[in-house]
C-alpha cells in the first residue's frame, strides 16, 4: 500500500464547493486503484478565519504543512478582507517559503469544448505555461509614504535571480523536451523594463544553448497576448515571470473555456517541500453559495496531483473522464452553457471514471 499524506485548504468563496468535488475524486482513484491511501487533514483557513483571529494561518502554519506530501488547496478571497492581505498571508508565503518554484498550467482545448476562437481546434490550442512563482514581481518588497498628501507614492520592487531564473527555465526546457513539438517561448519585455528582463533574456539564450533541439523564441509580452489569440497553435512551453504568467494563463484559460477548467500545480520539483495543487481562479464571490461553481479546475487539478505522484496514467484518465462528459454534453455548469450543479458536475466525471477504468490496471 502506498500512502500519501494531503493538507486541504478549500478557503473562501467556491473553493470549499469545488474542493469538494476533488476529495470525491480522491476517493475514487483509491478505492480504482486499491493500493494507495490518502490521509488527509482539513485547515479551515482562510477570510473566515482571519476575521476571528487577525491572520489568515495561525502563526506556524506553514511548519504545520511543511510534512504533507501535497497540498490540496481551493481559493482565497472575500469582500470582508483586502485582497492584498488574503493573498499575502496564505497562498504567496505557501508558494514561496514551500520553494513551490514551477506554477505548471496546462492550456489545452479538451474535447467536448469550443474555443470562442473561431477555426481553432484542440490541435491548435494545447500547450503549457510555466509560471515562475517565488520571485519576480510577487516579492514581498516596497514602501508608500505620504499617504494622502499630493506627494504620496508607491513603489514595489522587483526581484529577479541568476538562481532563480536558472531553475525555471532548466524545468521549462527538460519539459520542452519531452512533448511534440519541442518548442519554447519566454515571456519578456526588455524594451521597456530595461533591468530585469534584459537579465532573463541573457539567461534564456544561455540556457537554450544546453537544449539544441529546442526551438526558443522570446516575444515581448504585450505581442505574445496577442498571439494566443492569433496564432496559438505556435505555442508548446511558454514560459514567464511570475506576474505574466499569472495573466497570460487567465488568457489562456479563457481560450479554452474559461476560468471554471483551467487546473494549476504549484510544484517543488526537488520534493523538499509539499507541492500545492488548485484551480487557477479565485473564490468567484459572484456566484458563491450557488452551488454552480464548475469543479472541472479543481478536479483537473487532482489529475495533476497524481502526475506529480508519479501516477501519470491516472492523471491522464482523469482528464480522459472529464472530456468524456464534456463529449456526452448533457451535464454541463452554467459557466459552460447548462445548468448542472457543481455537485452533479463532479458525480457526473467521477462515475465516468469508473466507467473508463474497467480494464485498465490503476
Ligand atoms: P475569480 O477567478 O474568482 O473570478 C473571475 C470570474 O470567473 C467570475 O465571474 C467568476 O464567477 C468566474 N469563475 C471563477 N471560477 C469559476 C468556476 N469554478 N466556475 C464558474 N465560474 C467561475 O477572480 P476575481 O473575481 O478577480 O477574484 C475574486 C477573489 O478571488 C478575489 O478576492 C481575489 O483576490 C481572489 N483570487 C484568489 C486566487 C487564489 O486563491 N489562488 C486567484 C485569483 C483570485
Ligand atoms: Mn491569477
Known amino acids: 500500500m502506498q500512502f500519501f499524506s494531503m493538507a486541504v485548504i478549500p478557503g473562501d468563496g467556491i473553493g470549499p464547493e469545488v474542493t469538494n468535488e476533488a476529495l470525491k475524486m480522491i476517493k475514487k482513484v483509491e478505492e480504482l486503484h486499491g493500493g494507495m491511501k490518502f490521509y488527509s487533514e482539513h485547515f479551515e483557513w482562510g477570510c473566515d478565519y482571519y476575521l476571528k483571529n487577525g491572520r489568515m494561518m495561525p502563526e506556524n502554519g506553514l511548519e504545520i504543512l511543511k510534512d504533507f506530501d501535497v497540498i490540496l488547496f481551493g481559493a482565497v478571497g472575500a469582500k470582508t478582507v483586502p485582497d492584498y492581505i488574503s493573498v499575502w498571508e496564505l497562498i504567496l508565503p505557501i508558494r514561496q517559503k514551500f520553494q513551490q518554484y514551477v506554477n505548471l498550467r496546462p492550456i489545452k482545448l479538451l474535447r467536448g469544448m469550443e474555443s470562442p476562437l473561431r477555426y481553432k481546434n484542440h490541435e491548435d490550442l494545447d500547450f503549457v505555461v510555466i509560471r515562475e512563482n517565488t520571485e ?60 530585469t528582463m534584459p537579465f532573463w533574456d541573457e539567461l534564456v539564450k544561455e540556457i537554450s544553448g544546453n537544449y539544441p533541439g529546442i526551438k526558443t523564441q522570446l516575444y515581448h509580452i504585450d505581442a505574445l497576448a496577442a498571439y494566443f489569440v492569433s496564432r496559438p497553435e505556435e505555442f508548446d512551453v511558454v514560459v514567464g515571470s511570475n506576474l505574466f504568467g499569472d495573466i497570460l494563463t487567465d488568457l489562456g484559460a479563457a481560450i479554452v473555456g474559461g476560468l471554471g477548467i483551467s487546473p494549476s500545480g504549484n510544484i517543488n520539483p526537488e520534493r523538499a517541500y509539499p507541492s500545492m495543487f488548485e484551480p487557477i481562479h479565485g473564490s468567484a464571490p459572484d456566484i458563491a453559495g450557488k452551488g454552480i461553481a464548475n469543479p472541472i479546475a479543481s478536479i483537473w487539478s487532482i489529475g495533476l496531483m497524481m502526475d506529480h505522484l508519479g501516477h501519470d496514467h491516472i492523471g491522464k484518465l482523469i482528464v480522459d473522464s472529464i472530456e468524456a462528459v464534456l463529449v456526452d454534453g448533457n451535464i454541463r455548469t452554467p459557466d459552460l452553457g447548462g445548468t448542472a450543479t457543481t455537485v452533479e458536475m463532479g458525480d457526473a466525471i467521477i462515475s465516468k471514471m469508473a466507467q473508463l477504468a474497467v480494464g485498465h490496471n490503476l
Open 136 to 195: 519576480g514581481e510577487y516579492f514581498n518588497s516596497g514602501g508608500r509614504v505620504h499617504e494622502g498628501t499630493p506627494y504620496e507614492l508607491a513603489m514595489q520592487n522587483s526581484v529577479f535571480t541568476r538562481f532563480g531564473m536558472e531553475r525555471i527555465l532548466n524545468y521549462a526546457f527538460t519539459l520542452a523536451e519531452k512533448r511534440k513539438k519541442k518548442s519554447l517561448t519566454a515571456a519578456t519585455k526588455s524594451n521597456a523594463i530595461n533591468f
